[in-house]
């Protein structure tokens, strides 16, 4: 049955925020300063050690390892490399925090004492360098000392923590295979799944939440745009298909700027092109690699129906036969549906975080057009109510600089994004308890 926003209300006043005692702020930062030393420790090695998605066998184990020390019931190679620990403390409500824990194919190039040099093959057999270029080990140092933090305060709170590592994010996979392998059946079923996400353009210290939509709809398409190669010198004999892309490519543009609402957010993408090999040869085909963006199931459906109608219609103009049509192909197993905070919950959350942190130290921030699948949490049959929030990543000085040049800091996925370690783990850390004790019964 979907949760209601009536059905959600009864929910959260069941669960009536946290009456903390005056102490309990000051307790968790004592806490969190006497782990800081081996969090850091754990964090170094992470970020130094990194591994691909669907590979993540030893970060997997780190985790699971760590987790285990704290008191968590650890469950391993769940959904693949997925972790699942859960902590029972009485009766009251579940809740659930995911930690996701893929690198990516990037070749470090921060110049950090810790920064990473390995280099591997990936599934496909290709030898890449891998790095934490999207902070992921800062998410899972962040649940390693929160999991910390809550089974030392076991006095202070009544109900169940279930602490999520996920495997397979960046692919866009991990969320869907834990939730096959029965996630939401095989451990206790969450009443909220909350999530975290590093900042690279937030100063570390901050925290950023926003109701509604937060990451997009993301679609992976390739198109094979096929024609009839020849001479360069003859072209009248041919089907060039590299026009043929060139005026396709042009066209797909006017599906955001024509054919959806400029209120709607929508973005095409042409990351790749790849075709021919010499320059006075005319190539049989030409690939194209798409990525596609909106908020909006409407716009989603949309867009990609478009583009199989622009790429016939191209094809027709050309005057290519139909069983040279383009090939328009959906890689639908790495979609990733948007991610949606559920406004109740996520007002109550920064109520909440304000009065741990302070009204400076959380902000409101804005929708993205980057994915998620941590929104797959939130579409079960359950309907789980959802909550991704920020964390700033970056040093204040450095985030003010390039207020003041308009200097773009490296963003995520760049080979120079270098989150500040301190400040960012410790504030994840504050904001990951502060909001679990908020929703969790009071002993």
Not at 417 to 429: D, L
Request: some cysteine; hydrophobic content about 45%; charged content about 20%.
């Amino acid at each position: 049955m979907k949760i209601t926003a009536a059905v959600l209300g009864a929910a959260l006043a069941a669960t009536a925020p946290l009456a903390a005692a005056e102490d309990l702020p000051a307790a968790v930062a004592g806490k969190i300063a006497a782990e800081y030393a081996s969090l850091e420790a754990f964090y170094t090695d992470l970020h130094r050690h990194p591994e691909l998605s669907l590979m993540e066998e030893q970060t997997s184990a780190k985790v699971a390892a760590a987790l285990r020390s704290a008191g968590f019931d650890v469950t391993d190679h769940f959904g693949g490399y997925g972790v699942v620990a859960v902590l029972k403390n009485g009766p009251g409500p579940t809740v659930l925090f995911r930690s996701d824990m893929d690198a990516l194919p990037v070749p470090e190039e921060t110049g950090l004492p810790y920064a990473s040099t390995v280099r591997t093959k990936d599934l496909s057999g290709r030898e890449v360098s891998v790095m934490h270029a999207c902070g992921h080990d800062i998410h899972m140092t962040s649940l390693v000392g929160s999991a910390r933090v809550l089974a030392a305060l076991k006095d202070r709170w009544s109900g169940t923590v279930v602490l999520v590592g996920q495997p397979a994010e960046e692919r866009s996979l991990g969320a869907r295979a834990m939730l096959s392998a029965g996630l939401f059946r095989k451990f206790p079923k969450p009443d909220f799944a909350l999530a975290l996400h590093d900042s690279a353009t937030m100063p570390a210290g901050t925290v950023g939440l926003v109701e509604g939509n937060i990451m997009a709809n993301v679609d992976w398409v390739d198109i094979t745009v096929r024609g009839i190669g020849g001479h360069g010198a003859y072209p009248q004999s041919t089907k060039d298909p590299i026009v043929l892309s060139a005026r396709i490519i042009l066209a797909l543009q006017t599906i955001v700027s024509r054919e959806t609402s400029p209120v709607e957010p929508c973005v095409v993408t042409v990351g790749s092109i790849h075709g021919g090999a010499k320059a006075n040869v005319i190539p049989n085909e030409v690939k194209l690699q798409l990525t596609l963006r909106s908020y909006s199931d409407q716009v989603r459906v949309h867009t990609i129906e478009a583009i199989k109608r622009i790429c016939r219609g191209e094809a027709i103009a050309a005057g290519l036969p139909e069983d040279l049509a383009p090939e328009v192909k959906v890689i639908e197993e790495e979609a990733t549906p948007a991610t949606v905070n559920t406004p109740e919950l996520t007002r109550r959350l920064r109520a909440a975080l304000t009065a741990w942190m302070g009204a400076d130290r959380v902000r409101p921030t804005i929708a993205e057009m980057g994915g998620e699948d941590f929104a797959y949490f939130g579409r079960t049959t359950e309907h789980i109510p959802l909550c991704l929030f920020r964390v700033g990543a970056v040093d204040p000085a450095k985030v003010a600089e390039s207020e003041r040049t308009g200097v773009a800091l490296p963003p995520l996925h760049s080979s120079r994004f270098a989150p500040v370690p301190e400040p960012t783990i410790k504030t994840a850390i504050t904001a990951t308890v502060a909001s679990m004790l908020d929703l969790l019964g009071k002993k």
